[in-house]
């Protein structure tokens, strides 16, 4: 297959893997982002974001509870949640060659 194919392959895997996602928050299992979030607070103070860095991992805490306040609304939830799958998706695309040529052809091998 040529290169330009493949590019437009790892596009439409992309899409439809966020398409996908975004099918699945909002319409099969819509009530998982309501409950998560109905305990979730968020606030855009100085204060809040300091506090939240003073502890280890606070930094991914207050990010992670950023996205949460989007929840509570259904489709904006679900379309976040498939723009986070699809970016990890693209990434996992883009490092994954670099480790199986760097390897000898095995993904693992790089790791042991």
Same mark, same amino acid.
């Given at each position: !297959? /040529?290169? #330009?194919? @493949? /590019?437009?392959?790892?596009?439409?895997?992309? !899409?439809?893997? #966020?398409?996908? !996602?975004?099918? =699945? $928050? &909002?319409? *099969? &299992?819509?009530? *998982?982002?309501?409950?998560?979030?109905?305990?979730?607070?968020?606030? $855009?103070?100085?204060?809040?974001?300091?506090?939240?860095?003073?502890? +280890?991992?606070?930094? %991914?805490? $207050?990010?992670?509870?950023? =996205?949460?306040?989007?929840?509570?609304?259904? $489709?904006?939830? *679900?379309?976040?949640? %498939?723009?986070?799958? @699809?970016?990890?998706?693209?990434?996992?695309?883009?490092?994954? +060659? /670099?480790?199986?040529?760097?390897? #000898?052809?095995? @993904?693992?091998?790089? !790791?042991?």
């Amino acid at each position: !297959m /040529k290169i #330009g194919n @493949v /590019k437009y392959c790892n596009i439409g895997l992309s !899409m439809l893997v #966020g398409i996908g !996602m975004f099918v =699945f $928050w &909002y319409v *099969a &299992y819509p009530h *998982a982002l309501s409950y998560q979030e109905q305990y979730q607070l968020f606030l $855009w103070t100085w204060d809040y974001f300091l506090e939240r860095l003073s502890v +280890p991992g606070g930094f %991914a805490d $207050w990010v992670g509870e950023f =996205f949460v306040q989007f929840y509570y609304v259904g $489709w904006l939830g *679900a379309l976040l949640l %498939a723009l986070l799958f @699809v970016a990890l998706q693209r990434l996992t695309a883009r490092l994954l +060659p /670099k480790f199986v040529s760097e390897s #000898g052809g095995h @993904v693992l091998g790089r !790791m042991f």
